[in-house]
């Protein structure tokens, strides 16, 4: 079974991209803060925890605009390098916006049946074997299920969230999905609080109430994207001509949910997969968790609130401290 994984890129600083992307919005365009398009400088270490943890994947395709970084190795035999335009359907480009991209990662020529999708700020943090994203050819992954709600009237992510879940309970029934697979949604492997919410939430019989996210890399069937756009097109191809997020997307998740209320995942427990670290937090507390490699994933989660320059020297520090050694992705003559 060959495993690919995604991963996705811009760089927010190139002029080129800058002035197309400024060329598109408009005053009123609420296209987010600075720090969903800012890059960390840690991609190459994305690219050393791969080659060190996970020697076995097939192929990486490395998702962009077009910009690439000047140390990258192109030549490296495992690295497909895609540019929007490769996949993405002309009618929806150029976007600035990650659901298109997300939405159809499927279309990237040569992606294998099962891949992982990463955000560039999600790391691989400990030795893992093909089996840590799927058993028995399908993804792993938990169906622990949790309400949607907002935290304000303005709360875009929470606005996806509800949308997701609408979609979800437009083709799935919870009370057949969790009598159907009721060793998805009651099992060891989950706290007894998460069973016992599973089950209490079949008093709301055919609609999903929201499913527990874990933010970390996602793996998926190609089938699945396939199918969800077969049964539900109209829906993401609307999505698709946002050129920037709006409150009324849906994003990568939907695919997630898809897998989990058809049943087609073998169960995880959320611990196992890994660490959500907020540069809100602690930043001294970083450190012992890229050291720690009992957390097989990572992803260090950007915020607007914080000296940027600061937590991204503390960042790299960490991982260049985990992760001295130059990975074949790189050109071996940079400094």
């Known amino acids: 079974m060959n495993i690919d994984f995604v991963v996705t890129w811009v760089d927010g600083s190139d002029p080129e991209w800058l002035k197309e992307k400024n060329q598109y919005m408009q005053k009123n365009e609420k296209e987010g803060g600075e720090n969903r398009y800012r890059d960390m400088e840690t991609l190459k270490y994305w690219f050393r925890a791969v080659e060190a943890y996970a020697p076995w994947v097939n192929k990486i395709h490395f998702v962009t605009w077009g910009h690439l970084p000047e140390w990258l190795n192109t030549d490296n035999p495992k690295l497909h390098i895609v540019n929007h335009k490769d996949y993405i359907p002309d009618k929806y480009l150029p976007t600035f916006s990650s659901h298109p991209i997300e939405l159809n990662m ?3 020529p040569g992606l294998s049946e099962h891949f992982v999708y990463f955000c ?9 074997n093909p089996e840590f994203f799927f058993k028995n050819g399908l993804p792993c992954d938990y169906a622990n299920l949790t309400n949607v709600w907002l935290e304000s009237s303005d709360d875009g992510y929470g606005h996806i969230l509800f949308t997701e879940v609408h979609e979800i309970s437009r083709f799935f029934s919870y009370a057949k999905s969790f ?11 989950y706290p007894w609080k998460a069973n016992l919410r599973n089950i209490l939430k079949l008093e709301n019989k055919n609609l999903f109430v929201g499913f527990d996210n874990h933010h970390l890399a996602s793996p998926y ?7 969800v756009w ?3 097109e109209a829906t993401l191809d609307k999505i698709c001509y946002n050129r920037f997020r709006t409150p009324y997307d849906v994003s990568q998740s939907i695919f997630r949910y898809w897998q989990l209320a058809s049943g087609k995942f073998s169960v995880v427990s959320k611990k196992s997969r890994g660490k ?3 540069l809100l937090n602690d930043l001294s507390e970083l450190q012992n968790i890229v050291a720690d490699e009992e957390c097989k994933m990572l992803c260090i989660n950007d915020s607007s609130y914080v000296d940027f320059d600061y937590s991204k020297q503390t960042v790299i520090k960490s991982f ?3 992760f001295p050694e130059k990975s074949t992705f790189e050109n071996q003559a940079e400094n």
């Open 276 to 278: 959500v670290f907020s």
């Open 230 to 232: 077969e049964k539900d």
């Open 120 to 128: 560039d700020d999600m790391f691989l943090n400990g030795p893992i």
């Open 320 to 322: 260049e401290k985990k």
């Open 179 to 189: 009598f159907k697979n009721i060793g998805h949604y009651v099992n060891f492997a």
């Open 221 to 227: 069937l190609k089938s699945t994207l396939e199918e």
């Open 106 to 108: 499927h279309r990237i």
